[in-house]
């Protein structure tokens, strides 16, 4: 199966020896961002990053290196191939869940579900399907995305625009609890689509019990499963390329409406943004596209 990314976690020992490696065998290494470093050789590019840490690959030759170089000279595991075997559970049917927004200052809070079994995960493998902060660029998020639905995979997700979460979290008061409904509603609406499907898996973001207590009649039945670096699994990976998607879709959307971009995160830049908003068009309108409880938004205010 010819890959086209591939993620895998690694020790610290293990990407300082990496990095020899490379330099040993001609790779050209460059500045790229939340990196311990990064570096390319013909059409393969190799990204170690700070948290985990993890190496991401990219481009052409993937299956060579890991092969060659990756498995045998840094991991020693024989894993290429082998995923049945090794992680069966991802290839039973399974909804995966996950989230868009929630440290971004602008814009929604985004939760996507997405139901794999056997055939689908093999799809999700073909094409590439991998955590939504390893995919760099927003045209790579919405072809992925356009894949997964075109693969016929049941999906759900729900966007909790500004206003509505501003409401919601002022009623709240916690973001985990927050999270645990739009969790608990995208697992209920795919209990729908999907009525059989035994199990459940998201990112660890709160006690499991605060999730548990959020779910519905029909989500009830599901054995729910968190844990960290959950996207490593291949449906909470197409779920957060889905919500992703829905929260790029609607920073651009709401940005056009506005007269300006609306950046992620919360930067110097966003935050100047919300002061040149607020400024030409009344404190009134920064719920309306920016999460209230956010530092930024006292920050934002104070400056007026």
């Known amino acids: 199966m010819k890959l086209h990314s591939h993620t895998?976690?690694?020790?610290?020992?293990q990407a300082k020896k990496l990095r020899a490696i490379l330099q040993e065998r001609g790779f050209i290494f460059e500045a790229k961002p939340y990196t311990l470093f990064a570096a390319k050789k013909d059409k393969l590019n190799v990204s170690v990053y700070e948290?985990?840490?993890?190496?991401?690959?990219q481009g052409r030759g993937?299956?060579?290196?890991?092969?060659?170089?990756?498995e045998p000279e840094i991991t020693g595991q024989a894993l290429l191939g082998y995923e049945e075997v090794h992680t069966p559970e991802q290839f039973a049917p399974?909804?995966?869940?996950?989230?868009?927004g929630k440290g971004d200052f602008f814009g929604p809070l985004?939760?996507?579900?997405?139901?794999?079994?056997?055939?689908?995960?093999?799809k999700f493998q073909e094409l590439g399907v991998c955590d939504s902060k390893n995919i760099g660029s927003d045209k790579k998020i919405r072809e992925l995305a356009a894949a997964i639905r075109a693969s016929q995979a049941p999906w759900d997700r729900i966007v909790i625009t500004p206003p509505k979460y501003n409401e919601l979290y002022q009623k709240i008061g916690n973001l985990n609890t927050l999270l645990a409904w739009g969790h608990a509603r995208v697992l209920e609406n795919l209990?729908?689509?999907?009525?059989?499907?035994?199990?459940?898996?998201?990112?660890?973001f709160a006690n499991e019990r605060v999730l548990q207590r959020?779910?519905?009649?029909?989500g009830k039945k599901l054995q729910l499963e968190q844990r960290t670096k959950a996207e490593s699994d291949y449906a909470v990976a197409a779920a957060s390329i889905l919500a992703r998607e829905g929260f790029i879709d609607w920073l651009e959307q709401r940005g056009k409406e506005l007269g300006v971009v609306l950046s992620k995160g919360v930067s110097s830049k966003v935050k100047q943004t919300a002061r040149d908003l607020v400024q030409g068009h009344g404190s009134g309108l920064l719920p309306t596209f920016a999460k209230m409880h956010f530092k930024t938004a006292a920050e934002v205010m104070n400056i007026r």
């Open 110 to 122: 985004v939760i996507a579900g997405v139901y794999t079994d056997e055939r689908l995960t093999k």
């Open 62 to 70: 993937i299956e060579d290196f890991i092969t060659f170089i990756l």
């Open 191 to 204: 209990c729908e689509k999907v009525p059989g499907c035994p199990r459940a898996l998201s990112d660890k």
């Open 214 to 218: 959020a779910l519905l009649e029909k």
């Open 51 to 57: 948290k985990g840490p993890k190496i991401l690959l």
């Open 94 to 100: 399974h909804f995966g869940v996950d989230e868009s």
């Open 8 to 13: 895998v976690l690694l020790t610290g020992q």
